[in-house]
Every structure is written in C-alpha cells, then in structure tokens.
C-alpha cells in the first residue's frame, strides 16, 4: 500500500488553514468572554504554526 506523499505547498496551506481556525477561536472567546474557547484557540494558533527556522525538504 502507498502512501501519498503532501507537498511542501499542502502542507503550508494546511498549516495556514489552521492557524486561521485558531485566531478565529481566539477572536470568539474574547468578544464572548469564554476564556476556554480563548485558550483553545490561542493552543491552536500555536500549534499550526511551525517552528522558527523551519524550512520545507526540498526532495
């Protein structure tokens, strides 16, 4: 069985894609006043984006 291998690009997106649902969470919480969600959503922001130095293999 293969596996599909994502590309560098698919990979950003996702991440980008994630980091957006985080500050959106984030934003929520605040205008709500529920400091989980708040909290969810800053964990998520810092969970999609990648570590400092970080550069995509190049194959």
Do not use: Y
């Amino acid at each position: 069985m293969s596996r599909k291998r994502r590309s560098p690009t698919q990979t950003s997106h996702s991440t980008s894609a994630d980091a957006l649902k985080g500050s959106t969470k984030e934003a929520i919480g605040k205008l709500t006043g529920k400091d989980r969600v708040e909290a969810e959503g800053r964990r998520q922001t810092r969970k999609a984006t990648p570590p400092k130095g970080f550069k995509p293999r190049a194959d």
